[in-house]
């Protein structure tokens, strides 16, 4: 039978494709620190589980395709008080995580053969959110010594095609932790109005930053709102990766009527964690304080014990929780392997993200990896000197095997 | 800002689309008896809330992609011991809904312009689902004088097209209540083998036939399970809609390695849901007496009343629950419209699903509507004795425009 060849081409998620093989590691006894995914050991807010529990209708009802109501204003709320920003609620959509709203944005704008800009590397998942539809992604090749930025007029103009019909934005940056500087931004917007581009703002790590940076979004440039469609998850931000919640915000028309073709087709976002997710949205602003001050300490042990590596290559990031690493090894997926297969210390490795997965451009990447900071930071530690042992131990072996 | 023209040729849900208009008539003090969607007002299971509510992980985290561990262990046993059919772990994929699963297997299956044989009148959004990665229906055209059916070898094989990849089987039937019988089933495997189809069975009514038929699945059909994909969902079966869980089943290998590229890509499906639905999956077969009992009382009441409606065209029909009813208006849109708008009967109205979002075939259906009997009988008596004095004041006022 015939696979279509759309999806033949496309990649399992680097992040995701290495689990069974992890399973069997800690299935043989090993202890893995997962640092692959973005998947923090923060405890998710009580008020979440409160609502849930509190749910009392007799029937799970359906919701409307456009999200619940509570909800709804809850985001309208959360936008006006953090960043100023008004919405209506016909601007908001909720989707089954920032994951859907990617998928149905990506339907709502790209014809088949459209280019989308984005900065490479780049979050895996964009490129089979794009291929889907038959897009194609037109990377901007950014470089680790300049610590990823991309967003200077020449950088941006040199990778525009005709074909383009939009620039993604992961700001805070993933994989990179890269922030955009307000300077920054702007040229982006008047890139994109420029080139009457779409701006695709994913906005899912928006409060952590670090070093006393303040948490901004493309939604307070107000003459790029006609064409600014911002994407936002409670998966980060509240520790609910498995609330599957998050919306898409746009103040163009044909835009959201497009999106709720889809959207209508889809039926709705489950009830429960909707409800859930309307209480994290009012959770004061001391929260974000607590988490971001969380992240933080997590990031310094991690680059403290990283920078322990010798001959490695990696610069402080200021958001999101990932830290791309420059490793002295020849073949980052190969050496994720050895870790899982061949190495332990006291019983116990370590598991990341290989960065080959985040490049399109074939060959790049190979000696880099992608870490998330989302344990606590005794854990960090311990993880990235696992990280230290195992590159010495992996370059011992291929050592003795040259010789 | 240019909105694609894939989305942009896609309509909005018939189903959804009168859900404005509805609002402002129940908003200005109407009650308005729903027959447009299939959102049963049966009580949920208490064992879906129960479970939710013990969960206790302090972290909600992501899922695997491919689903919660119980949820599909329990899907397993509930095949087994109410189909026979033997599905492995690596057969299943848990999926938001059945949508979700009909967005994946169409993305898996379908490269630009290839076509899926359908027979119409046909749950409407698969038109969406397909149009999305730019393939395209190929309608098998029904008459409701022959009870919509389809599956005979010669209304098959002269729908067939080249750039057929497929055949959906929605069965029971949405929106027809069609069900296929036995030797109809083998007719279609016998085609789908001949002609290299696959064969996608949306089995989300199962267990809803009536008359003292017998439930089944096209699993029971060893013959076709390298070209099979069998679609199910919660929402019906354990009015369970808001729940948003439902799984594609395959045993061909390199389909399912396809959907989960696309399931890794948008993570996991929400992980207090899944374990709700698993609970639900484990319910005694009395379950599904119960409640097919109280849905052929349903039926029975609405299909009662509909027959007093002078010229209307209906046949009982065997599962789901739905009910075609060609009525004798011009236009069962403009009647709709008619009757959220300008018709009360004691401050009371009725919703419905107007035919012709359910035909691809322009011009088809016009005078057709589709209720869903989803509520107790005598609401579902109450609604159809609106529709017949509606349609009485309908074409009272058609009748004195004219003269």
Known sequence: MKISANVSSMQFSPIRRFNPIAAEAEASGKKVYKLNIGQPDIETPTCFFDAVKHFDEKVLAYEQSSGDARLIDAIRDYNRRDYGVELSADDIIVTMGASEALNMTFATILDAGDEVLIAEPFYSNYSTFIKTVFGRIRPIPTRSEDGYRYADRKTLESALTPECRAIVCINPGNPTGLVLTRKEMETIANFAIEHDLWIISDEAYREYVYDGLTPTSFGCISRVADRLIVIDSVSKRFSACGARIGYAACKNEDFMSGMMKLAQARLCVPTIDQIGAAAMFR??????????????????????????????????????FYMMIDLPVDDAEDFLMFMLTKFEDHGETVMFAPAPGFYQTPGSGRSEIRIAYVLNPDDMRRGCELLRLGVRAYNAVKRRAAS
């Not at 929260?287 to 042990?301: F, G, I, L, V």
Request: overall charge positive.
């Open 283 to 320: 959770l004061p602003g001391s929260y974000y304080d607590e988490t971001r001050a969380k992240y933080q300490a997590r990031r310094d042990a991690a680059y403290e014990e990283i920078m322990k590596i010798p001959h490695v290559i990696c610069r402080k990031p200021q958001g999101a």
